[in-house]
């Protein structure tokens, strides 16, 4: 159960950045397009704990303290971009489609992880089973981003363009709240 719940609460970022993607490439994503950034959410959220627990004994002190600053220049970068890009083409028709990139992807997928390297430097005294959390949350993750996705392709094109912005702004405050929770924590 344990399990369950922190792979919940390591997926609740990738849930809300798949949530964006949904309503700023709707034209773009196909059920295929969707698994594929489903499964790399999964992957990477599943591969950083792992990574983290391989390096807990050696460099976790060097990389926890650049870890924040890490995930907020991720999120609050890719945020501004998509708040500009909502600006920009403000007022079009919907026929334009925005370029959806698979460096941006793999952004996302690390900025979203981040906290998931700092479980794994712990996941030993969280977990004895460390292969079967990790796949959870690699699963957790993946379902949950496809859902995410899934949602927001159905939100009607007429409130797009007010969600486009939410969302970006969600993304701001995400990278804002990784870098607070760290100062206050």
């Known amino acids: 159960m344990t399990d369950v719940l922190l792979a919940f609460s390591l997926a609740v970022d990738c849930f809300v950045i798949s949530i964006t993607l949904g309503i700023r490439e709707r034209t773009k994503l196909s059920s295929v397009i969707m698994v594929l950034i489903a499964l790399v959410f999964g992957l990477f959220q599943a591969g950083m704990p792992a990574f983290g627990f391989v390096l807990s004994t050696t460099f976790s002190r060097y990389i926890l303290v650049l870890d924040h600053w890490i995930s907020f220049i991720l999120l609050a970068g890719v945020g501004f971009l998509s708040l500009y890009d909502a600006y920009k083409k403000r007022g079009q028709t919907h026929t334009h489609v925005t370029q959806l990139r698979l460096i941006s992807i793999f952004l996302l ?18 977990s004895s089973h460390i292969f079967v959390t990790i796949s959870i949350i690699g699963i957790i993750t993946s379902v949950l981003s496809f859902i995410g996705m899934r949602f927001a392709t159905r939100i009607p094109e007429r409130l797009s363009d007010p969600f486009e912005f939410i969302a970006a702004f969600v993304l701001i405050g995400l990278g804002c709240k990784i870098l607070f929770q760290h100062f206050l924590l």
């Open 109 to 126: 997928a690390i900025a979203t992880s981040i906290d998931a390297f700092a479980v794994g430097l712990a996941l030993p005294t969280v």
